[in-house]
């Protein structure tokens, strides 16, 4: 009898101390099994919609929004959209030769006074987080979407409501015209080499805002025309796309889109540099998308041509830590692991993963945990912990001899964890957002071969080695 009361107390026991976490599990680093080379973190846009009318006169950004985008967050990839008025008439009927008088830097002519819907309007923010990021020596790349062609290539002469490139290849031509001088002007008045350009925006969709269908067999000759341009031109700038929704079988999903460049790898093929898609349901709701259709993307699509994946629009749910921040430090988890994205780039920061662009919402500190402490170039290698509710990756980045692993404690009661793996360096540095406090605070250095706490519903990022002021641009 007394055995077997000892044998209940000792159960009992083994489940308080499973239940309160108190039993570590094993977080596993394997730094020599390497997978995507991380290009970047980051979002869409200035402190104030490029639409607004406000702004126009006040400015679109200040010094403290730029400061804490690169600073801060630690944002490497910062997105807009090319200004379909840009060419808002034919420069000349010659599309192999830019008429660059009559490409229009200043004017938006349905609505004059939305100046940040111009070049001229755009620049200067450029500029600021440009010269922030070699201030700080921090890398950063800048990409860019067209939401629809100039009107007068289109279907429907208008940039709003769908419509299409009128579907000829003199049009074709005057569409790569059209990107080709708008990464020339970009550089020319703002010193930016633009890294990476999408030739459409979310392509299956008709919007009330700026928007243009394509379908896939159109798709591809588009992206054919505009990428031998660009190497005709010597421009370096990548081609992203087809920022499709993130989901593979769907008609308006990759498998369509990419059908016509997996069938023409050295033509159409051969000039898609990354594949993009964003995760939403229907351009609005957010769909972070699942392991396995992240997967299929990678294997089925992005493997066969030889690019990487990046996710390059979405939005958050929900206010809190709980919902908000675990949310997308999930969402960045299964597209990080499952479809090896190698970017992540949220829809306007200022609305998204901020407040009016001031005020950082959780889904801010979420994003930091991989941003600030994963720069481009990292690595991500394998990890994983035999707790299912911990959620790891690792990245190793070389030049900086830096090692991030990032750890979401996906259940509603903490957990210890113990570090292994060869190589790992003797301490790290700890950061962590809980429900308590979601801001990704400095918690000191703990020993690699401690145990971690894990605060229930909860994000915390390891890393030792250099990750500010590495390089510039
Ligand atoms: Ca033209
Ligand atoms: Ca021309």
Redesign the pocket.
């Known amino acids: 009898m007394r055995h077997h009361r000892i044998a209940v107390l000792f159960v009992i026991l083994c489940l308080c101390l499973s239940g309160s976490g108190a039993m570590g599990a094993t977080v596993t680093v394997d730094t020599s099994t390497r997978h995507q080379t991380i290009d970047g973190f980051g979002g869409f846009g200035p402190k104030h919609v490029w639409w607004s009318n406000e702004a126009a006169r006040s400015g679109f950004f200040d010094d403290a929004y730029v400061a804490r985008l690169i600073d801060d967050l630690g944002l490497t990839i910062i997105r807009d959209e090319v200004p379909p008025m840009f060419e808002f008439e ?10 660059w008088p ?1 490409f229009n830097m200043t004017e938006y002519p349905p609505k004059p006074h939305k100046k940040g819907l111009t070049i001229a309007g755009k620049m200067p923010f450029y500029r600021a987080m440009k010269a922030k990021a070699e201030d700080s020596r921090e890398p950063l790349k800048f990409i860019s979407s067209i939401w629809s062609p100039p009107p007068w290539m289109k279907t429907n002469k208008s940039t709003i409501n769908g419509g299409s490139l009128v579907d000829a290849d003199s049009m074709r031509a ?1 569409l790569a ?1 059209f990107c080709a ?1 708008y990464v020339k002007t970009v550089k020319r008045e703002s010193g930016v080499d633009l890294y990476a350009l999408s030739i459409q925006n979310e392509l299956a969709f008709v919007e009330p805002y700026n928007s243009c269908v394509y379908s896939p067999d159109q798709f591809a000759k588009a992206l054919r025309t505009v990428g031998e341009r660009f190497e005709k031109e010597g421009l370096a700038t990548r081609i992203f796309g087809p920022e499709c929704m993130g989901t593979y079988t769907r008609r308006d999903g990759v498998r369509n889109y990419l059908k016509p460049l997996l069938a023409d790898r050295e033509g159409a093929g051969r000039h898609l540099d990354v594949l993009a898609v964003h995760s939403y349901k229907d351009g609005v709701a957010p769909d972070y998308g699942d392991a396995p259709g992240w997967t299929a993307i990678r294997d089925q699509a992005a493997a066969p041509l030889g690019v990487p994946v990046w996710m390059t629009e979405t939005g958050v749910r929900g206010s809190d830590w709980s919902t908000n921040g675990m949310d997308a430090g999930r969402a960045m988890y299964v597209a990080l692991k499952y479809g090896n994205a190698s970017a992540w780039v949220w829809w306007y920061i200022r609305d998204t993963i901020m407040a009016n662009g001031e005020t950082p919402k959780p889904a801010y500190y979420a994003s930091k945990h991989y941003c600030r402490f994963v720069r481009p170039g990292a690595v991500m290698v394998e990890a994983g912990c035999e707790d299912g509710a911990v959620l790891v990756t690792a990245f190793r980045h070389e030049a900086n001899g830096c090692l991030t692993v990032v750890m979401i404690n996906n259940a509603d009661a903490p957990k210890k964890v113990a570090l292994s793996g060869t190589g790992l360096p003797a301490q790290f540095e700890l950061y962590q957002s809980t429900p308590a406090d979601p801001t990704c605070s400095a918690g000191g250095t703990v020993p690699a071969s401690g145990e971690v706490g894990l605060p229930a519903t909860s994000m915390t990022t390891l890393v030792a080695g250099e990750y500010r002021g590495t390089g510039g641009l």
């Open positions: 034919n420069d000349d009927n010659a599309p192999g030769h830019f008429n009559r005057e015209e001088a």
